[in-house]
């Protein structure tokens, strides 16, 4: 008869095999978002925890300040991203047919909250309201003058694919297409009959936004804005006293109103004797809406630490430091919740280098030098990435989901991207996800070790093609 084992050896083998278990489903307990402490729906991967979820030892190994552009390809890039931005106002006409801006409007989709179906009875008030008949109904030039969502209908109401009690847990508002920053110049093709919607052409895509949002912008209003030099925000969550807008992410770019910072005057010493020596700040313009509903410019400043002149240099380092604020931050669908979903994170990265990128990851896809990784094996992407891909330039594709190659890590190549989940099995639920939910640095398997990985297969068997900026010089 076989002897059994001591008590004690047994209760350290299950401890261990507690810990293996663990590790192999996903932790809940480290890694924690920029928020703070995971919710309970959002788990951790082996990735999350064996690669550096700091983008500053991969800037280093890329070369650190070096740039990766010459000048003379930066400029030429932030001329081509001037000539995007500023589109909407050089058009004489919307290029949307009625019958695009029509389509989704007329049969009800989705969930609203919880378990409550949209009615065909709400969608058709939204689609009589929507006034497509007589699309379009105006053209005028327009500035936003605050963060506003871009709306596939008129309405903020969401549109959910499947019950949603909780919106934090499935942030995928599909009535969504973007967040659209303070000082976007628009393009207004259609008022809705309540006077309270306007469908407009931004630069990244067309659909309706909040008329509260909007001023007009005349000629006079768009020569001053766009004759000068630009400042790109290099933080999140950065006030811009003295304004309406009470703050700017990365991806905003407004006006220098000087070409050189300026040093406020030293604040009164506290009661210590101490006196706090001012921060260099930079002076900008910022669009609000005054009475007539018109467009004007007030000043506000910031910190050189939170803005800069555009194109910033683009080097390893510096595309670093954004990605580094971005870390841990949540997912959210075309901005849902105020949060970036995979192509935010990488077109607003490059925005303030002057390197324009479409809304969409298919569309970013295509913007570069590429190179297919088609019929590949695991092992021979991988060593295409690695021989192929520049670190801090190469974005890293597969269908629905964009990522930037940061360099490799343990030999491997390593990628930053805003992910949410990994399909797995839960049950009789074959399409159930694990959800990730934030900015994270992994490799390009994402979740291989996780039992109840669907069909055993993860990113790299989905990523099709590594595309390197900069792109198109048209």
Not at 43 to 48: A, F, N
Not at 93 to 103: D, I, P, Q, Y
Request: aromatic content about 8%; charged content about 25%; hydrophobic content about 35%.
């Amino acid at each position: 008869m076989k002897s059994r084992l001591p008590l004690q050896r047994l209760a350290c083998l299950l401890l261990c095999l507690t810990v293996a278990m663990t590790a192999a489903c996903g932790s809940k307990r480290t890694v924690p978002t920029r928020e703070g402490e995971s919710p309970e729906w959002m788990g951790t991967i082996r990735d999350l925890r064996t690669f550096p979820q700091d983008l500053t030892p991969f800037a280093r190994r890329a070369g650190g300040s070096t740039p990766l552009l010459s000048e003379q390809e930066q400029q030429i890039q932030d001329a081509r991203f001037n000539r995007i931005f500023f589109g909407p106002w050089d058009m004489t006409r919307t290029s949307v047919k009625r019958r695009e801006m029509n389509a989704p409007l007329r049969k009800a989709r989705g969930y609203k909250y919880d378990n409550v179906r949209w009615t065909q009875e709400e969608w058709d008030a939204i689609a009589r309201n929507a006034d497509s008949k007589h699309f379009p109904s105006m053209q005028a030039a327009a500035i936003t003058v605050r963060y506003t969502d871009l709306r596939e209908i008129p309405t903020h109401m969401p549109r959910y694919s499947e019950p949603t009690p909780d919106p934090r847990a499935n942030p995928f508002d599909y009535n969504q297409y973007s967040l659209l920053p303070v000082g976007t110049p628009l393009l207004l093709a259609h008022r809705s009959r309540d006077g309270q919607w306007y469908y407009v052409e931004t630069p990244v895509a067309a659909g309706w936004v909040d008329a509260k949002d909007v001023a007009l912008a005349d000629e006079s209003f768009q020569s001053r804005y766009r004759r000068g030099s630009f400042a790109a925000v290099l933080n999140d969550k950065v006030r811009l006293d003295g304004t309406q807008t009470a703050y700017a992410h990365i991806g905003a770019v407004l006006p220098l109103a000087s070409s050189t910072p300026f040093t406020p005057p030293a604040p009164p010493a506290d009661g210590k004797g101490k006196v706090e020596t001012p921060t260099a700040r930079w002076a900008l313009l910022v669009p609000e809406k005054g009475p007539d509903g018109r467009a004007r410019l007030t000043q506000s400043s910031l910190s050189v630490q939170d803005a800069a002149p555009k194109p910033l240099r683009l080097t390893p380092d510096a595309v670093a430091r954004l990605g580094n604020v971005m870390m841990g931050q949540r997912y959210g669908w075309g901005g849902t919740f105020g949060n970036r979903d995979c192509s935010a994170l990488t077109r607003e990265l490059f925005t303030p280098f002057g390197i324009w990128l479409p809304r969409n990851s298919l569309a970013q896809c295509r913007t570069g030098t590429q190179f297919s990784l088609e019929g590949m094996t695991a092992k021979e992407k991988e060593r295409a990435m690695l021989e192929h891909g520049k670190p801090f330039l190469s974005l890293v594709w597969m269908s629905g989901h964009i990522m930037l190659y940061v360099g490799p890590h343990d030999g491997r190549p390593a990628i930053f991207h805003n992910a949410w989940g990994l399909r797995v099995i839960n049950g009789d639920d074959d399409n159930d996800r694990f959800v990730i939910g934030r900015a994270v640095v992994t490799s390009i398997t994402p979740g291989i070790e996780l039992p109840n990985l669907y069909r055993k297969t993860t990113f790299v068997d989905r990523i099709r093609k590594l595309s390197t900026l900069p792109g198109d010089r048209d």
